[in-house]
């Protein structure tokens, strides 16, 4: 054997080993979360919803933000009743200021919002929606779990194979939103500790998505659970994913072009109330929020009971982001 091929061999195995080694680029504790993202407040979406997303300085007048050591809360208003007439339930939504593509992102969260007529989420989006697609991590409504991870891809195809290496259940394989009226291609998290008030009751966990052109991992850990890689609870410096075992939901790109499909994206940390029109009316369609067990309409509950949403907050203890 020659010694050049001697050496390619070699650059191919420390290759090989080190493809999974990610260096940390960002780390949010905090107050840093005020610098590293915004508060858009336009309220203009891809669908009309029942909130009105406040900027910084009305979130922060009206303690929707709290920052301090290594916490960092984001709620929605629970002091007012509110008019049937009005823009809707004071909330917020917080962009990052970079994006990312290749990457891996891990979140420390200790609490997530709750109760009917909630849809919280973190999930980072493209510019061009639905053309640089979406990656929701962390989604549910009114108390439903487990969490269920989705893609959504514009037109050209963009599906799953029906076996893959994942512990969740696969809930839809064609990610195109063209084909699947917005659905996207989704997985059911496996553990029951994963959304709503049985993962607060848990004292939270951590949320990992690993991006890059061949392929999207997401793994969820309960603070509860054992056997945590120890990267991921340290928030260290450097991590491998190649020890943190088979994820929760697992996109190839056997039959999607990632590269293609998912531009730069931005991180979103959001939570949404009451839903009540075409497209994107999962909270509060009248048959979801019914069959959660929730009282009269979503739209009322949200309007009238303010102090049911003292639950609905995020405490983020931190974000650390690997390239």
Known sequence: MSSL?????VAYIT???LAATYSQTDSHTGPDFLNAFTSPHDNI???????NYVDAGTAASQNLTFASGNTFIMRADSKKTLS???AGRNSVRLQSNKQYTTS???FNIRHMPQGCGTWPAVWTVGGDWPNEGEIDILEGVNDQGP???TLHTGNGGCTMPASRSETGTAVGNDCDTADTNNAGCGVKVDDGRSYGPSFNSNGGGWYAVERTNSFIKVWFWSRSAGGIPSDVTSG???VNTDNWGTPRAFFPSTSCSISSKFGPHNIIFDLTLSQFLQGGDWAGSSSVYAASGCPSTCVDYVNNNPSAFTNAYFDFAWLKIYA
């Not at 091929?5 to 061999?9: E, G, H, N, Q, T």
């Not at 979406?45 to 909130?51: F, Q």
């Open 5 to 9: 091929l001697k050496m390619l061999i």
């Open 45 to 51: 979406l891809r669908w009309a919803v029942y909130r």
């Open 104 to 106: 891996v992102m891990v």
């Open 15 to 17: 290759a090989s080993a």
């Open 84 to 86: 049937s007439s009005g």
């Open 147 to 149: 969490n269920q991870v």
């Open 236 to 238: 260290a410096s450097k």
